[in-house]
């Protein structure tokens, strides 16, 4: 962002307010796109500027409730200028002092955007109870049929109940191969189970 466009973004706490929520919702700044953090019910109503009710289960929020923004009372403002000042790469140090907050707050915020950045580029781990099979997919030549079959490429799956999915092509069904696909995929505590069938 050039630096003009970040000055008029920090001189009200309601412009870099807005600003900040533009990224809190899936769909951008709509009212539809909105839900309550903890049930999940959509269309919340509005308590006051940025507060908000849930309509299910009555839950009260604002726009950062459950994200990493919300974790540190800090202002919008101030949090703007800590994203830039770590754009920016200045030291946690200096950017403690520039902003005249505690280092232990600036370094908390510091690691609250670095987590985000890895949050980002790395896919969730699978957790809770996780249901893993392997099968075959391709080999439409006629003959022998199964495991064995010529042509047929292994694909290795981890389901978490009530949840996601991960779905991946290994070299082979061997024990060795599929615990080093559920150790990249898999929340360590987890529960797996084999096929059902």
């Known amino acids: 962002m050039i630096m003009e466009e970040f000055v ?28 309550c ?17 849930c309509r299910r289960c009555k839950y009260t929020f604002h726009s950062f409730t459950g994200r990493w923004i919300g974790r540190m009372r800090l202002s919008p403002i101030q949090w703007l200028w800590i994203i830039k000042l ?16 505690s280092y232990p707050s600036l370094h908390k915020a510091f690691m609250a955007i670095r987590k985000a950045i890895v949050a980002e580029v790395e896919p969730e781990l699978l957790h809770g109870e996780v249901e893993a099979d392997e099968a ?42 599929l615990l080093k696909e559920q150790v990249k995929k898999v929340k360590r505590g987890s529960v797996l189970f084999p096929p059902l069938s």
């Open 136 to 177: 075959y997919f391709g080999g439409r030549r006629r003959g022998k049929r199964g495991r064995g079959a010529y042509g047929k490429i292994p694909v290795f799956g981890l389901l978490e109940r009530r949840g996601n999915v991960s779905v991946n092509i290994v070299k082979d069904v061997s024990a060795e191969s």
């Open 8 to 35: 008029r973004l920090v001189i009200t706490e309601k412009k870099a307010y807005g600003y900040l929520e533009k990224y809190c919702w899936e769909k951008g700044h709509k009212k539809q796109a909105k839900f």
């Open 37 to 53: 953090p903890r049930c999940k019910a959509k269309r919340p109503y509005l308590l006051g500027a940025t507060r908000m009710r």
């Open 86 to 101: 770590f754009e920016l790469e200045v030291s946690g140090r200096k950017a403690a002092n520039q902003l005249g907050i």
